[in-house]
Nanobody, 127 residues
């Protein structure tokens, strides 16, 4: 069992930055070797969409085209925490952001392939 807790959301003006954190914990102190950690977002009235993912073993990363060059995913293995640094935010980035985890190696799978989810954190970008 994996628990994920997001934090760092909030209200920011267009052009600003936010850093989201996802604190991950696993039963029996299990490490996240062999896991992929992802960030997804869901805006009102829209489907949940992929934002970024990172493979725990080798830090291989994948990004949605809409955030490439603006968002950066990273991890701190000592703290079992995944981050999403979001720069040059625009109103279209407004959504609830979710952290997710799955066992496997592919960073290019959709939300349905992730097994564990956090509760989400709201990001609102004002124009």
């Amino acid at each position: 069992q994996v628990q994920l807790v997001e934090s760092g959301g909030g209200l920011v003006q267009a052009g600003g930055s936010l850093r989201l954190s996802c604190a991950a914990s696993a039963a029996s102190g299990r490490t996240f070797s062999g896991y992929v950690m992802g960030w997804f977002r869901q805006a009102p009235g829209k489907e949940r969409e992929f934002v970024a993912a990172i493979r725990w073993n080798d830090d291989y990363m994948n990004y949605a085209d809409s955030v490439k060059g603006r968002f950066t995913i990273s991890r701190d293995s000592a703290k079992s925490t995944v981050f999403l640094q979001m720069n040059s935010l625009n109103p279209e980035d407004t959504a609830v952001y979710y952290c997710a985890a799955r066992q496997g190696s592919s960073t290019k799978v959709g939300a349905s392939r992730y097994d564990w989810w956090g509760q989400g954190t709201q990001v609102t970008v004002s124009s």
